[in-house]
């Protein structure tokens, strides 16, 4: 319970300054499907990255919010839902909880993130910069988010 009161606020957005760029390293994924996909594809795009796992309490507390999110804006971001566990596994938690979001794996390390806890999400630019750098859960689908993601497709 204490998890999802956590994800009820808005992540903090980043200024100019203080945003990391980001080098857009060969980094594989492969989603449910078998489908893979380098990260370095990805250039010029607004990406949101979500580092999650199903055993994961906070990260299982601001899934419906990410979800919403995915639903608003499927058509203009990049969604790269992220776990290293078996698809079997991730299977049964999207089609239990009736989430409809993509969920990749990672065929190997990402040489662009150190991700040392879990939920971590980040929103990058289509100019590559890390607009938000999120450890913990997170109220995803706030008013600050919309407004952040409008600005940056515009």
Request: aromatic fraction near 12%; proline fraction near 5%.
């Amino acid at each position: 319970m204490l998890h999802k009161g956590f994800a009820l606020f808005s992540p903090s957005v980043k200024t100019e300054a203080d945003s990391k760029v980001v080098h857009y390293a060969s980094w594989q994924l492969r989603d449910i499907e078998g489908n893979t996909v380098n990260f370095k594809d990805l250039k010029g795009k607004v990406v949101l990255i979500n580092f999650w796992a199903t055993w994961c309490p906070p990260c299982i507390a601001e899934m419906p919010n990410l979800q919403k999110l995915h639903d608003a804006y499927k058509d203009k971001v990049v969604f790269l839902f992220v776990s290293n566990e078996k698809k079997e596994k991730i299977d049964a938690f999207l089609s239990k909880n009736k989430y409809s979001f993509n969920v990749f794996s990672p065929l190997e390390n990402p040489s662009e993130f150190e991700v040392s806890s879990i939920p971590r999400t980040l929103l990058i630019n289509k100019e590559g910069k890390i607009i938000i750098d999120k450890e913990g859960a997170a109220n995803w689908n706030s008013e600050t988010v919309r407004e952040t993601l409008d600005n940056l497709l515009k």
